[in-house]
């Protein structure tokens, strides 16, 4: 832009300097005192700033061996004073004294020193513009990935899933706990260990060479431990590298539990394509193989969107432990969880981590634990099993408010309460069992449910007369449904097999947020990109319009979330009881609005009038007492 509106005169902005693969080169000092003389930008610290955007001739941040190069030069000015005063040698010699055993920077620096230590002073200069050789180190890993090759399903986890890892590690830990990082992922290693803080020990897996990440913890001020006789805990992230095959990452998930102690716990992360989804049968082996040996103690998939580098992939998480008492293999059981269309909120991850660690504990912490998100099922079971290990083994969204005498005992004092407005239904307050919820592509599979898509209405056929349109940005006010109609003639010549909704069908959509509505008439048309959720009448499948809508309203949003919204399920019994009571709700409610509505338009045309002398108020009390 510059450059456009600059291109000569007496304030021309600075000529390229060079030319590399067709792309003109700039000089960043020149660019920098152009913008602070003609006071032209929006930074007015951009000199100072030039570190962390340019770098100097030769430096490719694409380039592994220049990124290692630069990221061990931080490192090594956070050991040594005046780097940019020394010579090469003597850059050489300080290397040769903080690591003498070649741990993480030696052969860097002598690499570099070898070529005449050209990016010392932009090394420098990188760490005042962002204020710390951490900052530093962790700019050069950000700019690293923006340029080099995609990093698909190994990429930076999400901040909220990096929470959840911590979380999850913070309660396997204990005290005299040792926190094994793993050495493959250095940015979520750093975070664990910033997080965990001091509680926790530290250490690398034996043999790991983790020079990337130990030079992260250098910067970072925290230490490692050598004491390999503390209970464990390990984290491992898969796959480790792009282009990693599902058999390789089992292989990862296998050794980490070969590894474990009777002491040792562990959180492995990774594709719910690799540890949850059905597999082909070798695969599927390999994992029945890791399942029965015990350990997986909890399982819970996560939604899609939480790689950005891979946003269509699903993560879950697996946690390994010995169970307390150490009950035999055929008596264990596994927690299993899906959040996949839950935000990783505070409140969720920690109703998460509460329930997994439950399930880990004895069994009066089972007992007493009112599970949120997660369901026990048999560890053997998960063996066996050859569709997904979380595909109806524990979908619970929401938790119920208490035990079921509780609750009868509520639905009797709240439905005596409301009789002035509707006739409360009647219990039976007898326990019973009813469908457990289950995902929207589930649901679908199983004829329970039906997709239609909503029709691309031109806007100007949009009117006040004829088929009443339903939009998305009517699901945030349903009170506004209405407004907009269609001729039915000319809807029909425009979309000849569009068809209308029917009574109960349940219109939503997925974005900005999730929202629906349920439609009791029928006979509306409704505009891309809502869409309508159909239920088969023949074959409900415990689902109810009115639940299904509520569900949607705390689902996750996101490109193709709403095929594993988890809906609750009721009992055949109660189906038709139930949508005949929150239709009456529904009714009464609107009922009380408009009474208010009308109330509250009354008081305000009673003041209008009272202050502007259009009439006078009548005291009707002071009439009959006289």
């Not at 289950?438 to 679908?444: F, G, K, R, T």
């Amino acid at each position: 832009m510059w450059r456009a509106r600059f291109g000569d005169g007496p304030h021309a902005f600075p000529a390229p300097v060079s030319e590399e693969e067709g792309r003109p080169q700039f000089s960043a000092p020149d660019v920098a005192e152009w913008l602070a003389r003609t006071g032209h930008g929006k930074n007015p610290h951009a000199a100072a700033d030039l570190a962390s955007v340019a770098a100097p001739r030769g430096l490719t941040f694409s380039n592994a061996q220049a990124v290692a190069e630069l990221e061990a030069l931080v490192a090594l000015s956070y050991l040594a004073d005046d780097l940019d005063e020394s010579t090469s040698a003597d850059i050489t010699r300080f290397a040769r004294e903080v690591d003498p055993s070649d741990d993480f920077l030696r052969r860097e620096i002598e690499d570099h020193t070898r070529r005449g230590s050209p990016w010392v002073s932009f090394a420098l200069n990188l760490i005042d513009s962002v204020y710390s050789p951490s900052a530093a180190i962790q700019l050069i890993a950000d700019r690293s990935a923006s340029v080099g090759r995609a990093t698909a399903s190994a990429g930076a986890l999400a901040p909220e899933v990096m929470a959840l890892v911590v979380e999850m590690v913070r309660m396997l830990a204990h005290t005299e706990s040792v926190v094994r990082l793993d050495p493959d992922d250095a940015f979520l290693s750093s975070v664990l260990a910033q997080k965990l803080g001091d509680g926790v020990s530290l250490s690398l897996p034996p043999d790991a060479p983790a020079r990337r990440l130990k030079r992260r913890l250098l910067v970072d001020g925290l230490p490692l431990s050598a004491d390999a006789a503390n209970p464990a805990v390990i984290v491992a992230r898969v796959p480790a590298a792009r282009g990693a095959n599902v058999s390789s990452m089992l292989h990862t998930a296998e050794e980490v539990a070969l590894s474990l102690r009777a002491v040792d716990s562990a959180v492995v992360i990774g594709p719910s394509r690799v540890l949850v989804d059905k597999l082909p049968r070798s695969e599927e082996r390999e994992r029945a193989d890791i399942l029965r040996s015990g350990w997986v103690r909890g399982i819970v998939r996560l939604g899609e969107g939480l790689v950005p580098s891979a946003p269509r992939e699903s993560l879950s998480l697996w946690v390994l432990g010995n169970p307390v008492g150490v009950p035999a293999i055929a008596d264990r059981l596994t927690a299993t969880a899906d959040l996949s269309a839950v935000s990783l909120t505070p409140a969720a991850r920690f109703d998460a981590v509460s329930d997994i660690a439950a399930a880990m504990g004895a069994a009066r912490d089972v007992q007493a634990r009112q599970f949120r998100f997660a369901g026990l099922v048999p560890t053997t079971s998960l063996q066996a099993r050859s569709e997904s290990l979380v595909s109806s083994s524990a979908r619970r969204v929401k938790s119920n408010p208490s035990t079921g005498a509780e609750v009868a005992a509520r639905l009797d004092i709240i439905g005596n309460s409301i009789r002035a407005d509707l006739e409360p239904v009647e219990i039976d307050p007898s326990p019973h069992d009813v469908p457990r919820p289950a995902p929207v592509s589930d649901l679908i599979r199983d004829r329970h449910l039906r997709v239609v898509p909503g029709t691309r209405v031109k806007s100007e056929l949009i009117g006040s007369d004829g088929l009443v349109v339903v939009r998305v940005s009517d699901l945030d006010d349903p009170s506004a449904i209405g407004g907009a109609r269609i001729d039915q003639l000319a809807f029909a010549s425009e979309h000849p097999r569009a068809s209308l909704t029917q009574p109960g069908d349940i219109v939503f959509r997925t974005s900005p947020t999730a929202a629906a509505w349920v439609d009791r008439d029928g006979s509306k048309v409704v505009a891309y990109p809502a869409r309508v959720l159909r239920i088969n009448k023949k074959d409900p499948g415990g689902l109810v319009s009115e639940v299904v809508a509520a569900d949607i309203l705390d689902a996750m949003t996101g490109p193709g979330a709403w095929k594993r919204w988890s809906l609750r399920r009721v009992d055949h019994r109660s189906a038709a009881p139930l949508a005949r009571a929150l239709n009456a709700i529904a009714e009464a409610r609107a009922d009380l609005e408009g009474r208010s509505a009308r109330l509250d338009e009354y008081a305000t045309l009673l003041v209008t009038a009272a202050t502007s002398g259009a009439v006078a108020l009548v005291d009707a009390s002071n009439d009959r007492n006289a």
